[in-house]
């Protein structure tokens, strides 16, 4: 009898063993999962199978249920859901590679420096660069073009500064634009002192410096393409909103996605500009697994820093000046009426409390009676303490936390100490909105969405100033931040039902990092590593 059990029992085991496994293509187990599901909750393993999350469990369970062609022991290390840049200039940060790079220097010595050594290794026909902050340098005021003029009296130099809203141009640069002292202009400055030309432009006269120069290549573009995605991808971003793109470029993006020459998913905002909107709003929104377009990007007004802001009361460090808007408001309203009567998303940047008031209360009024439009305003940088409560869930705030890290030093001088209280206000407008999207702004700020995350929480710069932090009543929360990189990201883009978090049936995009950014010392954040980043399921870093 005895050995007819046993013969039962191991029958009834080698039956149990036997049973056939599901199949998988990829395994990750024994990991610290962070799913940024509707609970926050926290996981040991995933299946992944034809590119998308198949199962989040427990490591013992799924080891049971599949077979997978790769399985990964995570070693117990921190796993997050592919980051989201909510707003970036992609393309342009692969165009910046390709010139002088200005961004940290502490003089505009030090900038000249940068141009004649990139010039004795380029032999440029026409000098670009970009990323020189007056603020950063002993003489805050802007430079003058003497300097460059005496270095290159016939070779035509235009360097930008890091928010992209001033640049300054030699005489040869001036000349092939034809701008002259009697030049005319709407929204910006071509600055002048005792009847003669700077070389600082601001804002829309910029154009005609960028007319001036040579066209990109095709295969310029490419090589632009290329080196962002290799630079985003080592800092875990497996999704970029693009804020501002013309059509040739989209499609440009769009080809080598389908050939699969990149691979990063890319949320595309078009740049308002008649061809682009009467072929878009024509054709309709355009989706792939990877690209999405549809929405237009608006530009309200100009950036802080060089003063272009528009706001509601005179500059605190300069009488009588207002910053501006850089488009007419009847323009800006028929172009924003336009967009509501098509399926288009509008996001349009706003840094001053005027700016952003016209475009909160256009939004308002458009939008009444259309709940699931989810229009964005970019930056939302200063909000006068009256106009908060137009944020909600389809007007989204979509801010980028080192901005405030990178202007507090300054900021309270152009605004004074009470309009700076309704400044860089993250957790004001998340309490109003709900949600916000979280980006970097780059290549005006680092790629890196690490400082995003400490910036945000800590309100400090890498130096630990200030001490306590900088209007700290405004830091989001860890959990806060890691949705506003992800999960709110993806809402912004309509995308969370694809995207933004580990859950079953969505993409499996997802980053391994060295250490947990939600449990190590909030000091150590900035030296946070990518080790593995994946999309689709596949190792793309």
């Known amino acids: 009898m005895n050995k007819l059990l046993l013969f039962f029992l191991g029958l009834f085991i080698f039956s149990c063993n036997s049973e056939e496994k599901e199949n998988a293509d990829l395994l990750v187990f024994n990991a610290e999962i962070y799913t940024v599901d509707s609970t926050f909750s926290k996981q040991e393993a995933f299946v992944v199978r034809d590119g998308k999350f198949l199962e989040i469990g427990s490591s013992e369970a799924l080891k049971k249920k599949y077979r997978a062609?790769?399985?990964?022991?995570?070693?117990?290390?921190?796993?997050?859901?592919?980051?989201?840049?909510?707003?970036?200039?992609?393309?342009?940060?692969?165009?910046?590679?390709?010139?002088?790079?200005?961004?940290?220097?502490?003089?505009?010595k030090e900038v000249v420096q940068r141009i004649v050594d990139f010039q004795k290794k380029n032999n440029a026909d026409f000098i670009t660069g970009r990323g020189w902050d007056q603020n950063d340098w002993p003489n805050k005021e802007f430079p003058a073009k003497d300097t460059l003029d005496q270095l290159f009296p016939e070779t035509p130099v235009a360097i930008t500064r890091i928010d992209g809203h001033a640049l300054l141009a030699n005489q040869a640069a001036l000349d092939k634009a034809n701008i002259t002292t009697e030049t005319t202009f709407d929204g910006g400055d071509i600055e002048q002192k005792n009847g003669k030309l700077t070389g600082i432009i601001v804002d829309n006269p910029m154009q005609l410096i960028?007319?001036?120069?040579?066209?990109?290549?095709?295969?310029?573009?490419?090589?632009?393409?290329?080196?962002?995605?290799?630079?985003?991808?080592?800092?875990?971003?497996?999704?970029?909103?693009?804020?501002?793109?013309?059509?040739?470029?989209?499609?440009?993006?769009?080809?080598?996605?389908?050939q699969d020459e990149i691979a990063i998913r890319i949320y595309a905002m078009i740049s308002n500009s008649k061809?682009?909107?009467?072929?878009?709003?024509?054709?309709?929104?355009?989706?792939?697994?990877?690209?999405n377009v549809r929405s237009v990007k608006f530009f309200g007004d100009g950036a802080l820093g060089s003063r272009g802001a528009a706001l509601k009361e005179e500059y605190s460090d300069r009488p009588g000046h207002f910053g501006a808007l850089l488009s007419p408001v009847e323009d800006f309203k028929e172009t924003a009426k336009r967009i509501a009567n098509s399926e288009f998303q509008m996001n349009t940047h706003a840094i001053g409390d005027s700016a952003n008031y016209l475009v909160l209360k256009t939004y308002d009024e458009l939008l009444e009676n259309d709940e699931d439009r989810r229009w964005r305003i970019e930056h939302a940088q200063i909000i006068d303490e009256a106009d908060f409560h137009y944020f909600s869930k389809n007007i989204i705030p979509s801010v980028q936390p080192t901005h405030a890290t990178s202007d507090m030093y300054w900021a309270e001088d152009r605004l004074g100490e009470e309009r700076i209280k309704g400044a860089y206000a993250y957790k004001k407008l998340l309490n109003e909105a709900g949600i916000v999207a979280l980006g970097t702004d780059f290549p005006i700020e680092e790629v890196n969405p690490f400082l995003t995350f400490y910036a945000s929480v800590g309100r400090q710069d890498t130096d630990n100033y200030p001490e306590g932090g900088f209007m700290k009543e405004e830091a989001l929360s860890r959990e806060e931040t890691l949705k506003g990189m992800t999960i709110w990201a993806a809402y912004a883009n309509f995308e969370e039902n694809e995207k933004g978090s580990i859950e079953a049936g969505k993409f499996a995009d997802f980053v391994i990092l060295n250490q947990d950014i939600m449990e190590v010392d909030l000091n150590k954040v900035p030296e946070t590593k990518i080790l593995d980043t994946y999309i689709n399921g596949k190792k793309v870093y």
């Open 275 to 291: 061809e682009n909107l009467d072929y878009y709003l024509e054709k309709g929104p355009y989706k792939t697994d990877r690209l």
């Open 69 to 108: 062609e790769k399985s990964i022991d995570a070693e117990g290390k921190a796993v997050f859901p592919g980051l989201i840049d909510a707003h970036a200039h992609f393309y342009g940060m692969g165009l910046q590679q390709q010139k002088v790079e200005l961004t940290g220097t502490k003089s505009f």
């Open 210 to 258: 960028s007319r001036a120069q040579p066209e990109t290549t095709k295969q310029d573009q490419i090589k632009a393409l290329k080196q962002a995605e290799d630079i985003a991808l080592s800092y875990g971003l497996t999704t970029v909103v693009d804020a501002g793109l013309d059509r040739k470029i989209i499609e440009l993006m769009d080809s080598l996605q389908q």
